[in-house]
């Protein structure tokens, strides 16, 4: 089945849910180290920095108010920005330089897991 075939007519709006399972945890948390300049302007990043010592975070939590937490870890833990911060959606995305991206997910992951009891994935790079 297609998601056309869903459809009554082709002038109906399809609603998409999402959904999440409850529980804490950190789903994702993955690092992209020198992105190509193409991702921080569809991202809507600050696309005039070093590309080649430059980081993009990404983490994604449940409890999705979890992200506003993160955030703050991050911010406090290295000298990162916030690129988005989405508290329904559980999404956090950060910029900076490799280290302190790495440094600021690290810092989350144990938090998150040693202090709020939260089940942690491993940190991804790419």
């Known amino acids: ?8 007519n082709k002038t109906d709006l399809m609603r998409i849910i999402q959904e999440t399972v409850p529980g804490k945890q950190i789903t994702m948390a993955h690092v992209i180290a ?3 300049s193409i991702i921080y302007k569809k991202l809507g ?9 430059a980081a993009i975070g990404i983490l994604t939590v449940t409890p999705s108010e ?5 955030a703050d ?4 833990a290295s000298a990162i920005e916030i690129g988005f911060i ?6 956090l995305i ?4 490799i280290s302190d991206v790495v440094i600021a997910l ?3 992951l144990n938090y998150a897991k040693n202090t709020l009891g939260f089940n942690v994935c491993n940190l991804t790079k790419a």
């Not at 089945?1 to 009554?8: A, R």
């Not at 990043?45 to 010592?53: A, F, G, T």
């Not at 989405?86 to 999404?91: E, H, M, V, W, Y």
């Open 73 to 76: 870890i991050a911010i406090k």
């Open 1 to 8: 089945m297609k998601l056309n075939d869903l459809q009554i």
């Open 66 to 70: 979890t992200s506003i937490i993160a």
């Open 34 to 36: 020198s992105p190509d």
């Open 45 to 53: 990043l600050d696309p005039k920095i070093d590309y080649n010592r």
């Open 86 to 91: 989405d508290r329904f959606s559980g999404t």
């Open 106 to 108: 690290d810092s989350i």
């Open 94 to 97: 950060i910029t900076g330089t």
